[in-house]
């Protein structure tokens, strides 16, 4: 894995692999999407997906590129593929996971990551992610409507997730 992967390449890959299971994907969902995907490869594969930090914003973990990007779509319109993707769109998601650099575990993760938080809708990921330590910590002192661009750090999100983890496996 290319732990230097491009955030906006791995953000376009995640709407094709949605879009490849009929999920529709708004900008709002795309940042929670890449936020469990870094998260769970923290965990499992202890090394980030890209080198990017999430900041802890209003609305939950947003990375600030990816907002940048996408900031002409409205928060819950569904992002767009091009349709020649469209028309080739199983051959266009097995080319960006190469350009990627995703192992054949991280494709699993991936796939995982899609299929189990992709069904849910953005304002549901973007509740859960506002009960769970990495966001609330980074927000620490904050009122809810406050402006913050402060970071989510690695190193949280993996300690949480993986504190999940243990639990669930005890």
Same mark, same amino acid.
């Given at each position: 894995?290319?732990?230097?992967? /491009?955030?906006?390449?791995?953000?376009?890959?995640?709407?094709?692999?949605?879009?490849?299971?009929? !999920?529709?994907?708004?900008?709002?969902?795309?940042?929670?999407?890449?936020?469990?995907?870094?998260?769970?490869?923290?965990?499992?594969?202890?090394?980030?997906?890209?080198?990017?930090?999430?900041?802890?914003?209003?609305?939950?973990?947003?990375? +600030?590129?990816?907002?940048?990007?996408?900031?002409?779509?409205?928060?819950? %319109?569904?992002?767009?593929?091009?349709?020649?993707?469209?028309?080739?769109?199983?051959?266009?998601?097995?080319?960006?996971? +190469? /350009?990627?650099?995703?192992?054949?575990?991280?494709? %699993?993760?991936?796939?995982?990551? !899609?299929?189990?938080?992709?069904?849910?809708?953005?304002?549901?990921?973007?509740? +859960?992610?506002?009960?769970?330590?990495?966001?609330?910590?980074? +927000?620490?002192?904050?009122?809810?409507?406050?402006?913050?661009?402060?970071? !989510?750090?690695?190193?949280?999100?993996?300690?949480?997730?993986?504190?999940?983890?243990?639990?669930?496996?005890?």
């Amino acid at each position: 894995m290319n732990e230097n992967a /491009n955030i906006i390449d791995v953000a376009h890959l995640v709407v094709l692999a949605a879009s490849q299971k009929g !999920i529709g994907v708004t900008p709002l969902k795309l940042q929670k999407l890449l936020y469990y995907l870094q998260a769970w490869n923290l965990v499992f594969f202890n090394t980030p997906v890209f080198q990017d930090e999430p900041e802890a914003w209003v609305n939950g973990p947003v990375y +600030r590129k990816v907002y940048d990007y996408y900031k002409d779509y409205q928060m819950f %319109e569904f992002v767009k593929i091009a349709p020649e993707e469209k028309e080739q769109l199983d051959e266009s998601v097995v080319q960006m996971m +190469r /350009n990627v650099g995703f192992t054949s575990e991280q494709q %699993e993760l991936f796939d995982e990551i !899609i299929s189990k938080y992709g069904k849910m809708a953005s304002a549901d990921l973007g509740l +859960r992610t506002h009960n769970e330590d990495p966001w609330k910590n980074a +927000r620490n002192g904050l009122g809810i409507f406050d402006y913050s661009n402060n970071v !989510i750090t690695h190193e949280s999100m993996a300690k949480y997730y993986g504190s999940l983890l243990n639990k669930k496996n005890q």
